[in-house]
């Protein structure tokens, strides 16, 4: 398994501002997922993005993916304080293999 | 519906003794997946199940770690002759199949004395 690398490490914003933070990775994907852990709780799925799509939306989600950077988008419109967390990618090769997130990036959303 | 289900959710074991973690995953989800998540660190994967094949031990960290799943659906992780360093949040996900997004369950919070 493959992990990503998430930039900026830490970010931190007004609610009501939109929140963009990145993943990149070193080798080729079958698909791209986003995970967010909130302080002292599990880990919730937010999107996956198939290696043979470029942009897909999820409420107030949108993640991007280009596969000829290696590299994916993740972007929250209009934040609110309940989307602080650490968002993680996971880039996923495929076969007997589970995720592997890197250290993730700290979004904290200042009311 | 049900989501992943983990249990116990807490666990405070002395060095030496062997724990039993479980795991229920959601119903008809096919694959089954363990993790681990120590302070301060990534996520690291342990082990894999694919309905009811065999699965690959590899990453399991030493052959203290033994994990079955018992048809095709529930799932136990084992460590024998805990140690210190076996402290962690044990993970648990479940997925349709392989390509699909996995769901995690609440983890089980191992502690070892």
């Known amino acids: 398994s493959q992990q990503g690398e998430e930039d900026p490490q830490a970010l931190s914003i007004q609610e009501g501002e939109n929140a963009t933070m990145n993943c990149s990775y070193k080798?080729?994907?079958?698909?791209l997922q986003w995970y967010r852990q909130n302080s002292g709780r599990g880990l919730v799925h937010l999107i996956l993005i198939r290696s043979n799509e470029r942009e897909k939306h999820s409420g107030r989600l949108r993640v991007t993916l280009d596969t000829s950077k290696k590299s994916s988008s993740l972007l929250i419109t209009a934040s609110r304080a309940a989307d602080t967390a650490s968002y993680f990618c996971a880039p996923w090769g495929g076969g007997a293999d589970g995720l592997t997130f890197g250290k993730g990036t700290h979004l904290i959303i200042q009311p | 519906g049900a989501g992943v289900s983990q249990s116990p959710s807490n666990k405070v074991t002395e060095k030496g003794k062997d724990v039993e973690l479980r795991c229920d995953p959601i119903?008809?989800?096919?694959?089954l997946y363990w993790y681990r998540q120590s302070l301060g660190q990534g996520l690291e994967f342990l082990i894999y199940?694919?309905?009811?094949?065999?699965?690959?031990k590899s990453g399991l960290p030493s052959d203290r770690f033994s994990a079955e799943r018992t048809g095709g659906s529930v799932s136990t992780l084992t460590i024998q002759r805990t140690q210190q360093e076996d402290s962690a949040v044990y993970l648990c996900a479940s997925s349709l199949g392989g390509l699909n997004e996995q769901f995690f369950g609440p983890g089980t919070r191992l502690t070892v004395l």
């Open positions: 199940f694919q309905g009811n094949s065999a699965p690959d």
């Open positions: 119903s008809g989800h096919t694959a």
């Open positions: 080798t080729s994907i079958n698909n």
